[in-house]
């Protein structure tokens, strides 16, 4: 019996049509790259340490972002007292996750709080996130804005701070009956000057009618 069925177009299907099939000429220019790439990178390590130099790989830094100050703390105290599985074997060295300060973006596990500092502030690190390590030149408009964003901050803490600190509860029940007063008397100032708008030189006028005997001003 043939293993050729016939499918719903009418050509011949075989049983393993439903597996992957590869390009092996794009496979193998692919893999040739590579091999070509770290034969470079081992002649260019080699002649950098006949020099006495150390070799880094070479980094486009037109794509990278200026480097700006760290925006929040670095957290090295949530860990203090709590254990933490780490599977056997899963880091060698600093490679990999392993007990301790791990860098995600490196891939990489420090044993203790100066070198994960250390590591943050390095050219590695800062190029893996996307930073160039340079710091771009702040102008006189950005130095009025950040001057202007402080104060605001500065003066919204002291309001927070003086309401935190009105803990007389009747002290601030008066302070609320005396806002709401001066509301009253703003509401109550309008809506006597709109009535004086409306009268002629300042005085109601009476209707002539039984409305003006009883005392019932238009």
Known sequence: MSDLKKTAYGAAASDTDFRKTWDRSEYEAKAKKEQDERREEGRARYEAKLEGKKWHKPVDFSTLDATSSRAGRVDVASMVGKSTLIPAGS??????????????????TYKDNVQYIEHLNS??????????????????????????MLK??????????????EIDLDARLKKTEDIEEREREERRRKRNEKRRKDGQNGIKKEDSGWEGRLGIIS
């Open 91 to 108: 880091a060698i060295g600093k490679r990999g996750r392993g007990a301790g300060f791990y860098c995600e973006a490196c891939d990489l």
């Open 123 to 148: 050219k590695q690190h800062l190029i893996n996130t996307g930073q160039s390590g340079e710091v771009a030149r702040a102008t006189l408009q950005d130095v009025r804005n950040r001057l202007e």
């Open 152 to 165: 605001q901050r500065k003066r919204e803490r002291e309001e927070e701070d003086k309401r935190m600190g």
